[in-house]
């Protein structure tokens, strides 16, 4: 296992629209278990291959509390077949977009289909934060940023701020 880069905006690649895999083998497990690991370091509770510069529609998780075990997940080629008309605001956050939170509001339920780490078809309801991070990271495999829900104004002067983070670092 390894650790990548996390890219953060505005760099090009975070816009790119994420390609399909056609098979969950070994080569994939590795990238997801790179992942896992970068998102863990960071730390974060979800991670997009994107953000690690692969443009596959690979997706991890785990939101596992601090004094909880581990509980890692797998989201390959995720898609929403169904999704609540009721939503609810979170303030979410954002590797790619570090120290910058501000709310989001999303559809409270969703039904999601996805191949898991060893390729099995799954169907599952999600609510709460799994279904928050969810949407937030197959955002992501459309390019989109939760940044890019806020005003125009409030996204310049995030990207502006993580310029500048960037420079002092
Ligand atoms: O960059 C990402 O996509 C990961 C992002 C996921 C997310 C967080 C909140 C709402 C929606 C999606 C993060 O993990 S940001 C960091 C974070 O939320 C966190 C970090 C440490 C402990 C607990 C939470
Ligand atoms: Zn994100």
Redo the contacts with the bound molecule.
């Keep these: 296992m390894a650790l990548r880069e996390i890219l953060v905006v505005p760099d090009p690649v975070l816009k790119q629209v994420s390609q399909p895999v056609d098979k969950v083998d070994d080569d994939l497990r590795a990238l997801m278990d790179d992942m896992l690991e970068t ?1 863990y370091d ?7 291959a994107i ?1 690690v510069g692969v443009a596959k529609r690979v997706i991890v998780m785990d939101l596992a509390g601090p004094d909880e075990e581990k509980a890692p997940r797998y989201f390959v080629n995720p898609e929403i077949l169904w999704a609540s008309e009721e939503t609810l605001p ?1 303030e ?5 977009v570090p120290e910058i939170f501000d709310e989001v509001e999303r559809p409270s339920q969703v039904k999601l289909k996805y191949l898991n780490y060893q390729g099995e078809e799954v169907i599952e309801d999600a609510e709460g ?1 799994f279904a ?2 969810i949407q ?2 197959m955002d ?1 495999l459309e390019g989109v940023l ?1 940044i890019d829900y806020l005003s125009r104004l409030k996204r310049d002067r995030a990207v502006a701020k993580v310029k500048k983070q960037a420079r002092a670092a």
Excluded: R
Excluded at 42 to 48: N, S
């Design positions: 998102m960071a730390p974060g509770i979800g991670l997009a953000q979170y979410e956050g954002c590797l790619s934060l928050v991070c937030h990271e992501h939760f």
